[in-house]
Each structure stands twice: as structure tokens, then as C-alpha cells.
């Protein structure tokens, strides 16, 4: 079964901070996708990035950047520089290359204080 | 382009009452999905369409929702009747493709409480 666990429920941060959410999966497929979603106070979820399982390259966006490591099944989202903007629930999701649907974990709350 | 619509935005009924969401897909968008998010968990799937076919609604609790895409565009999810636990916030979402791995797009939800 796949399962997502975001354990970290809710994160403070002062602005300027850089800030780390941890995203741990289990899935029993060997071809899956990772995605991370941010929900910010108006409720719509905005697409981050989609990382498919055969590419372990890290990717950095901006202030964003994200870590794939198979071998510890995870998949972590960093913010550097964090700015109030960033205040938001973050979603890490798995799906596979079959029929499952898309798996949220609980999400991370993040508030960045100025 | 325009994003995803969904109306209304906050629904207030009492158990046992009927309630009923719309959604309207971003234009072109074949495939259309309604997850259910409860307060402190992440959104769970209900029922996925694509065009005016379901593809998935193994997680749809069917003796109370049903939803519809008659034309292949917009859709219209229905509880009736409500519980406590349908409170919760419904997101449809839409994407161009058919496969799950491919980018969502969200509208911002229907909060729906149940006293």
C-alpha cells in the first residue's frame, strides 16, 4: 500500500530563515511520481513540482529546492530565505504508474513571522 | 487562462439535509477529480472523470454521494443525506491528461459544515 508521512505538523520560522519539510514514502511500485502541493489561506492548491522516480537529481527553483533520496525514501522540500509569503499548508503526494490515486500525506503548516 | 471554478464556497446544513457542488474545469481539461479534505488531513480522492466517464470512484461512499459530468465539462457533486463527518472541504481539481501522474490543478473548495 502507499502511504505518505509528513511528520513535522506544524513549522515556525522567523523571516529570512531557511526552513526544511521532511517527506517520507512507502510504496511497493519501482516507477512512482513525488509531487509537493502548497495551500496557501484561500485554499487552492497550487502544483510545486512532480519528480518521477528514476530521477534522483536535486532540483532548485528560485528559493525553493528539493531532495530525493531513494534510499531513505524521501523526498524533502527547502525553502531558503523564507518570506511571510510562504506561510501555507505544504503537501508532499505519491502516485504510481498504475491505478492508485494520487496519496496526500497530512501536510506541514508552515507560519513565517516577520 | 481561467483556473478551476467551484461554487458555493461555504455550505452550512444540518445532518440528514441535502447539499450539492459545482465545479467547471479549466477549458480543455479531460480529466476532472473531486477529493475530499477533512480538517488536518490531506485530500482524499472520491471520484475521477475523464470526459463524462468515471474512471475511479472506488473511495465514493455511494449510499450517500453521487456525482455526474453529463457533458463532459462541468461537474456537480451531491451528499444527501449529510452527516457530522461529511463536514470538510470538497476540491475538484482538473488536468489535461488521464494519467494520475500528470499536474492538478485545484479549484480553492467548497467548505461544507454539518450540524
Known amino acids: 500500500a502507499q502511504k505518505v508521512t509528513q511528520a513535522q505538523t506544524e513549522i515556525s520560522v522567523v523571516e529570512k530563515e531557511d526552513v526544511t519539510l521532511d517527506c517520507v514514502y512507502e510504496?511497493?511500485?519501482?516507477?512512482?511520481?513525488l509531487f509537493w502541493y502548497k495551500q496557501p489561506p484561500s485554499g487552492e492548491l497550487v502544483f510545486l513540482i512532480r519528480r518521477n522516480s528514476f530521477d534522483e537529481q536535486n532540483e532548485i527553483s528560485g528559493r525553493y529546492s528539493w531532495n530525493f533520496q531513494k534510499s531513505t525514501s524521501s523526498f524533502n522540500f527547502t525553502i531558503t530565505a523564507s518570506q511571510v509569503v510562504d506561510s501555507a499548508v505544504y503537501f508532499c503526494?505519491?502516485?504510481?504508474?498504475?491505478?492508485?490515486?494520487?496519496?496526500f500525506g497530512k501536510g506541514t503548516r508552515l507560519s513565517v513571522i516577520a | 487562462e481561467a483556473g478551476v471554478a467551484q461554487s458555493p464556497r461555504y455550505k452550512i446544513i444540518e445532518k440528514r439535509q441535502s447539499v450539492a457542488f459545482w465545479c467547471n474545469p479549466i477549458s480543455g481539461h479531460a480529466t476532472l477529480y473531486w477529493y475530499q479534505q477533512i480538517l488536518g488531513q490531506g485530500p482524499k480522492l472520491l471520484i475521477q472523470?475523464?470526459?463524462?466517464?468515471?474512471?475511479?470512484d472506488s473511495q465514493l461512499p455511494k449510499d450517500r454521494f453521487s456525482a455526474e459530468r453529463l457533458k463532459g465539462v462541468d461537474s456537480t457533486l451531491k451528499i444527501q443525506p449529510a452527516k457530522l463527518e461529511d463536514s470538510a472541504v470538497y476540491l475538484c481539481?482538473?488536468?489535461?491528461?488521464?494519467?494520475?501522474?500528470?499536474?492538478?490543478?485545484f479549484g480553492e473548495g467548497s467548505r461544507l459544515t454539518v450540524l
Open positions: 481539481a482538473s488536468s489535461q491528461g488521464t494519467r494520475r501522474t500528470g499536474e492538478l490543478f
Open positions: 510504496t511497493r511500485d519501482t516507477t512512482y511520481y
Open positions: 503526494a505519491l502516485s504510481d504508474s498504475g491505478n492508485t490515486p494520487l496519496v
Open positions: 472523470f475523464q470526459n463524462n466517464g468515471v474512471v475511479d
